[in-house]
């Protein structure tokens, strides 16, 4: 069973479209993330939401919107898409536990090319 | 704010050898260090992490609060070895996972 799932994997469009990535996760995990993974490989936090709630929002160009319908999914919708978008977009998922952040768990990632 | 420094990008030693993998890190209150390791073709997973003071995979880190450092070593590396190495920091209380930059473990043969 996949723990945290990603779709698409890869998408590949063209600049000023507007474009989604889904995620899911089955492990009952209170907490999600997205990350963005540069192609310097440098992974930098985007967003983040605990029971569906946005806890963590970072400079991110409002093109960028997250959206939870449920503790499981968090799905991430950008809108006139440019060029530097293009990046792998990583979803992950944790447990909540006092005294900060525990194991992430990531999707497979979503390798988004904007042409 | 929450700093992750990793000053090697690539790292490149033969099987066998040991590896040190550098990673210092700035914040102002308790830390809580990880490495993520990305192996070729695979997600990214958890290796290790400082309070549970194990060792994975023959790799093993220790916090040195004086120092700011949380550097990964392994004694023999192995070829399976060769990834992506990610040094990461959590505050206490803290949801925000910060991750260094990443180094580029190749071993070879």
């Known amino acids: 069973d996949t723990a945290v799932s990603q779709t698409p994997k890869y998408l590949v469009t063209q600049m000023g479209n507007d474009k989604s990535i889904k995620c899911e996760q089955n492990?009952?995990?209170?907490?999600m993330y997205w990350y963005k993974q540069d192609s310097k490989k440098f992974l930098k936090i985007m967003f983040s939401?605990?029971?569906?709630?946005?806890?963590i929002n970072e400079t991110v160009p409002n093109r960028f919107s997250p959206k939870s319908p449920d503790k499981a999914h968090l799905n991430l919708h950008i809108n006139s898409l440019e060029l530097g978008d293009s990046a792998v977009y990583f979803c992950?998922?944790?447990?909540?536990?006092?005294?900060?952040?525990?194991?992430?768990?990531f999707g497979e990632g979503s390798r988004l090319t904007v042409l | 704010a929450q700093r992750v420094t990793q000053p090697e990008k690539l790292l490149s030693v033969f099987k066998g050898a040991p590896v040190e993998l550098k990673c210092n890190y700035s914040y102002s209150g308790s830390p809580e260090l990880f490495w993520y390791v990305q192996y070729s073709r695979q997600r990214l997973q958890l290796l290790l992490r400082?309070?549970s003071r194990e060792s994975i995979k023959g790799f093993t880190a220790d916090l040195n609060k004086g120092e700011t450092s949380f550097h990964l070593k392994k004694p023999f590396a192995q070829e399976e070895d060769s990834a992506m190495y990610y040094c990461?920091?959590?505050?206490?209380?803290?949801?925000?996972?910060?991750f260094g930059k990443g180094t580029k473990l190749t071993v070879n043969p």
């Open positions: 990461a920091l959590s505050g206490l209380g803290s949801e925000k996972l910060v």
């Open positions: 992950a998922s944790s447990r909540r536990r006092e005294g900060g952040t525990g194991e992430l768990f």
């Open positions: 939401y605990n029971n569906k709630e946005l806890i």
């Open positions: 492990l009952g995990h209170d907490t």
């Open positions: 400082h309070i």
